[in-house]
């Protein structure tokens, strides 16, 4: 007697190399011969004898978006047969998408976002797998959370995912300044899984300025002192071309030279 041992899985992914289709099914004859597994992708009306039906890859025999049955054949001493079939499975082997973040990296801005979006795209997504992490510059942790049931991890429209930055009781949470870097992993019902990040950097202080020496200090009308100053930014850095420089009494004129943030 063969029957199916429990449900299949519904779906096969990347991340199950191989399976052993034997766990499937439960076979009883005390004068039972060899089972025969088999597998089809078109309602058995052809199939394929499984070889190693205790390491099956589906992955190899099989191209993504395959349905495919998995059949058990029993043959006893005296001739007798019966088979079982497991329910329809699915060939899954894309992982999940993610992208178009939002700040994107390598952005900077002067204030900290209100919410921190992200795309999640698969058509078999399981949004319970769902994981996003948000760290500094030095790495340490600001928020963790995982599957969209957390109050953090907001399911916006379509493909997009907001992070809601506020704590459980309801206060805004702090990025601070500097990098922050999101983190998000996702899987599907399949199994397979994709993490990917992005860096953004908030800079609420705006850059400092220091003349350091004006030589000579006392010029004569139609002299040419120079003067060497600081700009620096140690968070986003110095825009030079948004950077002006302005002269009272006088007039501005030759090279302007930069040394590093001098």
Same mark, same amino acid.
């Given at each position: 007697?063969?029957? $199916? =041992? !429990?449900?299949?899985? +519904?779906?096969?992914? #990347? %991340?199950?190399? @191989?399976? /052993?289709? *034997?766990?499937?099914? &439960?076979?009883?004859?005390?004068?039972?011969?060899?089972?025969?597994?088999?597998?089809? $992708? =078109? !309602?058995?009306?052809? +199939?394929?004898?499984? #070889? %190693?039906?205790? @390491?099956? /890859?589906? *992955?190899?025999?099989? &191209?993504?978006?395959?349905?495919?049955?998995?059949?058990?054949?029993?043959?006893?001493?005296?001739?007798?047969?019966?088979?079982?079939?497991?329910?329809?499975?699915?060939?899954?082997?894309?992982?999940?998408?993610?992208? &178009?973040?939002?700040?994107?990296?390598?952005?900077?801005?002067?204030?900290?976002?209100?919410?921190?979006?992200?795309?999640?795209?698969?058509?078999?997504?399981?949004?319970?797998?769902?994981?996003?992490?948000?760290?500094?510059?030095?790495?340490?942790?600001?928020?963790?959370?995982?599957?969209?049931?957390?109050?953090?991890?907001?399911?916006?429209?379509?493909?997009?995912?907001?992070?809601?930055?506020?704590?459980?009781?309801?206060?805004?949470?702090?990025?601070?300044?500097?990098?922050?870097?999101?983190?998000?992993?996702?899987?599907?019902?399949?199994?397979?899984?994709?993490?990917?990040?992005?860096?953004?950097?908030?800079?609420?202080?705006?850059?400092?300025?220091?003349?350091?020496?004006?030589?000579?200090?006392?010029?004569?009308?139609?002299?040419?002192?120079?003067?060497?100053?600081?700009?620096?930014?140690?968070?986003?850095?110095?825009?030079?071309?948004?950077?002006?420089?302005?002269?009272?009494?006088?007039?501005?004129?030759?090279?302007?030279?930069?040394?590093?943030?001098?």
């Amino acid at each position: 007697t063969v029957n $199916t =041992d !429990g449900d299949a899985p +519904s779906f096969y992914g #990347n %991340s199950d190399t @191989s399976v /052993d289709v *034997t766990e499937y099914f &439960s076979i009883s004859d005390d004068e039972s011969g060899p089972t025969t597994y088999k597998y089809s $992708t =078109d !309602g058995f009306s052809s +199939s394929t004898t499984i #070889n %190693s039906p205790s @390491s099956f /890859d589906p *992955t190899t025999a099989l &191209s993504d978006g395959d349905t495919v049955e998995i059949k058990a054949i029993q043959d006893d001493d005296v001739g007798n047969s019966d088979s079982a079939t497991t329910n329809s499975i699915t060939v899954d082997l894309n992982d999940p998408t993610v992208n &178009s973040f939002n700040p994107s990296d390598a952005t900077d801005r002067n204030t900290e976002p209100n919410v921190i979006s992200f795309d999640i795209s698969d058509t078999n997504l399981d949004t319970g797998t769902i994981s996003i992490t948000l760290n500094d510059g030095s790495g340490s942790n600001i928020l963790d959370a995982v599957g969209t049931s957390n109050s953090n991890i907001v399911d916006a429209s379509g493909d997009t995912y907001e992070i809601d930055l506020t704590d459980s009781n309801g206060n805004a949470i702090s990025l601070g300044e500097g990098d922050i870097t999101t983190t998000v992993t996702a899987g599907d019902d399949a199994g397979n899984t994709n993490t990917n990040s992005a860096t953004f950097t908030v800079d609420k202080t705006g850059p400092s300025t220091a003349i350091n020496s004006i030589n000579p200090s006392t010029a004569e009308a139609g002299g040419d002192p120079e003067v060497t100053f600081d700009l620096t930014d140690s968070i986003s850095g110095v825009d030079t071309g948004n950077s002006d420089l302005k002269v009272d009494n006088g007039v501005l004129s030759g090279e302007i030279g930069t040394s590093g943030v001098n």
